[in-house]
């Protein structure tokens, strides 16, 4: 079964508008973290935010959020006030601590218009 | 600050021939170590991770095998490339805190 599932293939938002991409996670596991990346064209990624099974407020970082819904077992990260250097591709990733492997999802390409 | 290198960028290699790829961590201790592999236009599939020197995991049963013989040393290896290894690898750690920092990441076209 899929750990990570990440159901939108592409994503488009208005500059200067809110965005969500959505993420769901399969674990029997307690303890674990969940993750958002970001893949610019080049390839790097790139860490954007963290939200860990026993926190109850959900994480920010700046302009992102992560909307965690753990009966659900839904991540989503929200966006705020979209730029155009955040077209990218975005990971959904969750860790379970028992065994240390980091799951990714199958991302979400988001594009930007001006 | 902690840096991880990974080599060659891009690498063109025949079917049929070896690989070796290399990663290493600078600046940590006793980092968990991941190789992950991203066909084109595809999410990270997690190929191999490490908890210790001589201690890997596998993931998925493929044509390729990763050692690790030093602490901060992972390499990911095959004896005889397939044209279905093509791909972006990626080698990534995770120490101390939650997120994993990635490499940048070798571009492999098998032809």
């Known amino acids: 079964a899929q750990k990570i599932t990440q159901t939108q293939p592409g994503m488009f938002v208005q500059e200067k508008e809110a965005v969500t991409l959505d993420c769901t996670y399969d674990t029997s596991d307690q303890s674990y973290g969940l993750f958002w990346y970001k893949q610019p064209s080049s390839g790097e990624m790139i860490f954007l935010i963290y939200q860990g099974s026993y926190d109850e407020q959900n994480a920010t970082e700046g302009r992102y959020s992560l909307n965690f819904q753990k009966a659900r077992k839904s991540a989503n990260l929200v966006i705020s006030a979209s730029q155009l250097g955040d077209s990218a591709m975005y990971f959904c990733a969750m860790r379970e601590w028992a065994g240390n492997q980091f799951y990714f999802g199958t991302g979400t390409s988001l594009t930007v218009i001006p | ?111």
Not at chain 2, 60 to 79: E, G, H, T, W, Y
Not at chain 2, 89 to 110: D, I, K, N
């Open chain 2, 1 to 111: 600050s902690q840096t991880i290198h990974q080599w060659p960028a891009t690498l063109v290699q025949p079917v049929g021939s070896p690989l070796s790829l290399e990663c290493t961590v600078e600046g940590t201790s006793n980092p968990n170590l991941y190789w992950y592999r991203q066909a084109a236009g595809r999410g990270l599939q997690l190929l191999f991770y490490s908890v210790g020197i001589g201690q890997i995991s596998s993931e998925v049963p493929q044509n390729l095998s990763a050692s690790r013989p030093q602490d901060r040393q992972f390499i990911l290896s095959s004896k005889k490339l397939l044209l279905s290894d093509s791909g972006f690898y990626l080698c990534a750690w995770s120490t101390g805190v939650p997120e994993a920092f990635f490499g940048q990441g070798t571009r492999l076209t098998v032809v």
